[in-house]
């Protein structure tokens, strides 16, 4: 089966742009996570969406905001970049249907550059 | 809130020497734990977890047991191999699906 597919893979932008990013779960999955990745910082949870619906939030500024759509894939807008949003940005789709814990597959990630 | 902390790297071994790559945690309760592992160019692959105390999470080789007296979930392996080599972070469940990860571990490893 298809594994998690994120768009695009690579992003140049620049300081003030804005960026969406696009991410495809595993059919059947239902729990959209993004995460942001930096030498700095590491590994930093965004947000997670289930069934369209923004679950849990991680310690970003407003100008990170995301949405689920009905077929859960999943989008992820920073406005107003700034060099530091530079990242990796991995996105992770969980079956979760609420039974327990589920495991997290995480796509390739799309590397965005903020000049 | 939720933290981990791991070993910084790199760590650099010959093949087939034994690995540890140290991890502890500071959270509520005792959530579940995990290994992920990131190849170059790649996201991350689960490589093992353990979800209660003194559970032994293992997988292609690599083991790493739940100790809740010292918080701690190191992993290890007995005979590391060329392409072990990659980036390797210890996690914790904080959420439904929010995951807490460590800086990570870059393990290269060489013939």
């Known amino acids: 089966k298809a594994g998690v597919t994120q768009t695009p893979r690579y992003l140049i932008k620049t300081r003030g742009q804005q960026v969406t990013l696009s991410c495809s779960p595993i059919?059947?999955?239902?729990?959209v996570s993004w995460y942001q990745q930096t030498p700095g910082q590491g590994l930093q949870f965004l947000f997670e969406?289930?069934?369209?619906?923004?679950?849990n939030k991680g310690n970003f500024p407003g100008r990170f905001s995301g949405r689920q759509f009905s077929n859960s894939r999943s989008e992820m807008n920073v406005s107003t970049l700034e060099l530091g949003d530079s990242a990796l940005y991995l996105c992770?789709?969980?079956?979760?249907?609420?039974?327990?814990?589920?495991?997290?597959?995480f796509g390739p990630g799309t590397r965005l550059t903020v000049t | 809130g939720d933290s981990v902390t791991q070993m910084e790297g790199p760590v650099t071994l010959s093949e087939e020497a034994f690995l540890t790559i140290n991890c502890t945690y500071t959270?509520?309760?005792?959530?579940?734990l995990f290994w992920y592992v990131q190849y170059p160019g790649e996201g991350l692959q689960l490589l093992l977890k353990?979800?209660?105390?003194?559970d032994k999470g293992s997988n292609k080789g690599f083991e790493a047991t739940y100790r809740k007296e010292t918080t701690s979930f190191h992993l290890e392996k007995g005979s590391v191999q060329v392409s072990d080599s990659a980036v390797y972070f210890c996690?914790?469940?904080?959420?439904?699906?929010?995951?807490?990860f460590g800086k990570g571990t870059m393990l290269l490893v060489s013939p």
């Open positions: 992770a789709s969980t079956k979760d249907d609420l039974t327990g814990w589920d495991e997290q597959y």
């Open positions: 059919s059947g999955h239902r729990s």
């Open positions: 969406y289930f069934s369209e619906t923004q679950r």
């Open positions: 959270a509520t309760g005792y959530p579940s």
């Open positions: 353990a979800t209660k105390a003194d």
């Open positions: 996690a914790l469940l904080s959420g439904y699906s929010t995951l807490t």
